[in-house]
């Protein structure tokens, strides 16, 4: 297999599975609606607080990576939720699905073969768009880790 794809598809793998830890899917799965907004004693976070913030991060990253008009929220504030609760369950639900789709527009534009992942993105500092596959699979990462955190804090995890 030529290692271009080979490449690509490690990449997918990164952003779309746990391999060695707890995935996406596992950190948010069954969490009673009422600990969705609850910061565990010991805790920095609630759930809603850190799966908004996951979402809103791959937005600014993936429209980054591939719109030279996109614009960055402001950094910390608008990184983060102000509440610490979603309004709804259908919140909740939405951006879970907003989330699933934004991973999914990250793992499509590495996939993509006309896009030159080792390539500065124009419109950048000296970013690529491996360097932004990249930053996405950590970030998320640590977050899921503290999505597991939050929840074993709040008694709801395994």
Same mark, same amino acid.
Request: no cysteine; charged share 30%.
């Given at each position: 297999?030529?290692?271009?794809?080979?490449?690509?598809?490690?990449?997918?793998?990164?952003?779309?599975?746990?391999?060695?830890?707890? !995935?996406?899917?596992?950190?948010?799965?069954?969490? %009673? $609606? /009422?600990?969705?907004? +609850?910061?565990?004693?010991? #805790?920095?976070? &609630?759930?809603?607080?850190?799966?908004?913030?996951?979402?809103?991060?791959?937005?600014?990253?993936?429209?980054?990576?591939? !719109?030279?008009?996109?614009?960055?929220?402001?950094? %910390? $504030? /608008?990184?983060?939720? +102000?509440?610490?609760?979603? #309004?709804?369950? &259908?919140?909740?639900?939405?951006?879970?699905?907003?989330?699933?789709?934004?991973?999914?527009?990250?793992?499509?534009?590495?996939?993509?073969?006309?896009?030159?992942?080792?390539?500065?993105?124009?419109?950048?500092?000296?970013?690529?768009?491996?360097?932004?596959?990249?930053?996405?699979?950590?970030?998320?990462?640590?977050?899921?880790?503290?999505?597991?955190?939050?929840?074993?804090?709040?008694?709801?995890?395994?």
């Amino acid at each position: 297999m030529h290692s271009d794809i080979l490449l690509r598809k490690q990449l997918v793998k990164l952003l779309t599975s746990g391999e060695a830890h707890a !995935d996406f899917d596992k950190a948010i799965d069954a969490l %009673p $609606e /009422e600990l969705r907004g +609850k910061v565990p004693d010991g #805790g920095e976070h &609630s759930p809603w607080q850190l799966l908004e913030h996951m979402r809103i991060a791959l937005w600014d990253i993936l429209e980054f990576s591939r !719109d030279l008009k996109h614009k960055s929220p402001k950094w %910390p $504030e /608008e990184y983060w939720p +102000k509440q610490s609760a979603p #309004g709804s369950a &259908s919140d909740w639900e939405k951006s879970v699905k907003e989330y699933k789709t934004l991973i999914q527009g990250m793992s499509d534009l590495v996939s993509d073969e006309s896009v030159d992942l080792f390539a500065k993105i124009p419109h950048g500092d000296g970013q690529t768009v491996l360097r932004e596959a990249l930053l996405v699979a950590d970030h998320n990462a640590y977050h899921v880790g503290q999505l597991v955190l939050t929840r074993k804090l709040l008694g709801a995890w395994g």
